[in-house]
């Protein structure tokens, strides 16, 4: 699965990309930022605040019980500050 | 429909006449304008980088436009929200929206407004004298975004 990360989430992590390869237990988006935290001290410090990482699914926003598939484009970012 | 994204500035007056060049039926256009400020949160700010998503960006701008053109007869909209590094007084964003009547263009013009500061994918990266940060999201703009529920 291929995830990008952006704004703050992107240099605490430090990679605006990253592909892996997800075990079968991670099935929603919420799983998938609680295995994240798992991957690196970095992941876990930009990730520990889940009020503020946002996540979206194939370029829609989506709640944390949504599901995921290995062929998604998933994105984990702060909320949004434009306009 | 247009939306635009894009890191080049543009030209209000230009934008206006294209918009409403041969269009007899609009009774009205309202127009916003977002500039970059010198100063945020009590503290200088020298220059501002936007940072976006591609594709999510365009993608959300379009489907906050298609749910503005449900809610109001509009006949025509227009955003256009820059990228890239910004200085105060720099033009960030342009929302325009033309009816048959005020109200509608008024009111869709302010919905699209908030609706895209809670939902199109940009961040922004303030410099201040103690160096960078990025911007904080704000109550007050989940609560404006909050008012267009249905």
Known sequence: MKILYFAWLRSKIGVPTETVDLPAEVATAGDLVEWLKTRSPRHAEALANSKVVKVAVNQEHVPYDHPIAATDEVALFPPVTGG | ?150
Do not use: N
């Open chain 2, 1 to 150: 429909m247009a939306i635009r994204v894009q890191a080049e500035d543009f030209d209000v007056g230009a934008e206006y006449a294209a918009f409403t060049a041969g269009r007899t039926s609009v009774g009205g256009v309202a127009m916003f304008v977002g500039l970059v400020r010198d100063i945020a949160g009590g503290e200088a700010v020298s220059a501002m980088t936007l940072e976006h998503y591609p594709g999510m960006t365009e993608r959300q701008l379009e489907a906050i436009e298609e749910e503005a053109r449900r809610r109001w007869p509009l006949d025509d909209v227009l955003v256009i929200h820059r990228h890239g590094r910004l200085e105060p007084g720099d033009r960030i964003v342009m929302v325009a929206t033309a009816s048959a009547h005020r109200d509608a263009a008024f009111e869709s013009c302010r919905f699209l407004m908030d609706w895209l500061k809670t939902k199109a994918p940009f961040w922004k990266l303030e410099a201040t004298p103690d160096g960078e940060r990025w911007v904080e999201a704000k109550d007050s703009d989940d609560a404006a975004a909050a008012r267009w529920a249905e």
